[in-house]
């Protein structure tokens, strides 16, 4: 039975007429995945290069999720070909390359997520999820149109090069890091610092000169909001981890008050 699959995280962001809004996944934890899957969310991140995520672990979230209203991405651990086929072989439709500082860099994510002739992507459509076992028809000649890719700039050399990186055929959008562009910029933990934000600012010009939609990780409501007054198109409000974090804290100041003491957080 031929079966079809979900539309991109691209398309998502064509098809909507304001910033889409998401959370990061870091727990490993296909339960609470779907919890966040159903909290009326936009997009998550599922992210394997910070948090304790296996291939293993990504299928069962992308599993968990799939039956819920929400564009999964998931964020490769670095811009490796091998790596990144065996997430798309896994199912995943949208990629976040991170690191990715230069046009070669771009040009280097675009060639992993495209077949021969026009990229590297290994075959493999008949033994894995991502055409559903060869359920879903033509995949090997459309797959270009079922896989979006999104690159992370996150360093002072990314900023310099953001439009010559939004330029890249096969690149979907970009997104921007604060807190490895802090420590960039020799801010290290200041996400919110004047020269941070300039340089997020830049890129926000460079890539919509380009013509390709921006996003931004802001746990700070105000930075968030900010930056959508700024031209963000998509936009990380909040991490499970964190949310789990700062409402335990927050119980902790309620009910033993002693037990904690209240501290300014300058780093997510």
Known sequence: MPLRL???????????????AGIWVCTGSPLVAEIC????????????????????SVLAQLQAVAAYPITPVVRVPSNDAVVIKQVLDLGAQNILVPMVSSAADAESAVSAVRYPPRGRRGVGSALGRSARWNR??????????????????????????????????????????????AASLGVLGQQTHPDVIAAV????????????????????????????????????????????????????????????????????
């Open 136 to 181: 879903v028809d033509g995949y090997l000649a459309d797959a270009d149109a079922h896989v979006s890719l999104i690159v992370q700039v996150e360093t002072a050399a990314g900023v310099d090069a953001a439009g010559e990186i939004a330029a890249v055929d096969g690149v979907d959008g970009v997104f921007v890091g604060p807190s490895d562009l």
């Open 37 to 56: 899957a159903g909290s009326g969310l936009d997009w998550t991140l599922i992210d394997m290069e910070h948090a304790p995520h296996s291939l293993e």
């Open 6 to 20: 979900n539309p991109t995280f691209r398309a998502a962001l064509a098809a909507s007429d304001r910033p889409l």
């Open 201 to 268: 600012h830049r890129t926000f010009e460079a890539v919509r000169g380009e013509g390709k939609p921006v996003g931004v990780n802001a746990f700070d409501p105000e930075a968030a909001q900010s930056y959508l007054e700024a031209g963000a198109s998509f936009v990380l409000v909040a991490a499970d981890v964190s949310i789990l974090a700062r409402s335990s804290e927050a119980l902790a100041a309620r009910w033993s008050p002693a037990a904690i003491a209240e501290t300014e957080r300058a780093s997510y």
